[in-house]
């Protein structure tokens, strides 16, 4: 069993940055793929980006490339979205879920946090 709790959302102006973060329960945090997903209002939760369970590889929805970073420190349980230069159409709820293959399928993955709101403004 895998407990999530999200931290870090808010509201920052279009061009700001925000660092999303999300420790986890757990002595098995390592052997786990971590991703993060979002989901508008009104709109299907979207695949963001997600990283392997050493941190080797991370890949990223083509929206937020070159915008978005995702890393974990293993030693912390944590995983991190550092998101820069938002637009409005990054406003969401922000979802961290952990799984054993990091893809980019929501149903692929186990656990999932309680989600944590970012709001962009223009």
């Known amino acids: 069993q895998v407990q999530l709790v999200e931290s870090g959302g808010g509201l920052v102006q279009a061009g700001g940055s925000l660092r999303l973060s999300c420790a986890a329960s757990?002595?098995?945090?390592?052997?786990?793929?971590m991703a993060w997903f979002r989901q508008a209002p009104g709109k299907e939760r979207e695949f963001v980006a997600a990283?392997?369970?050493?941190?080797?590889?991370?890949y990223y929805t083509d929206s937020v490339k070159g915008r978005f970073t995702t890393s974990r420190d293993n030693a912390k349980n944590t995983v991190y979205l550092q998101m820069n230069s938002l637009k409005p159409e990054d406003t969401a709820v922000y979802y961290c879920?952990?799984?054993?293959?990091?893809?980019?399928?929501?149903?692929?993955?186990?656990?999932w946090g309680q989600g944590t709101q970012v709001t962009v403004s223009s």
């Open positions: 879920t952990a799984g054993v293959v990091a893809i980019t399928t929501p149903g692929a993955y186990s656990y």
């Open positions: 757990g002595r098995t945090f390592s052997g786990y793929a």
């Open positions: 990283i392997t369970q050493s941190g080797g590889s991370t």
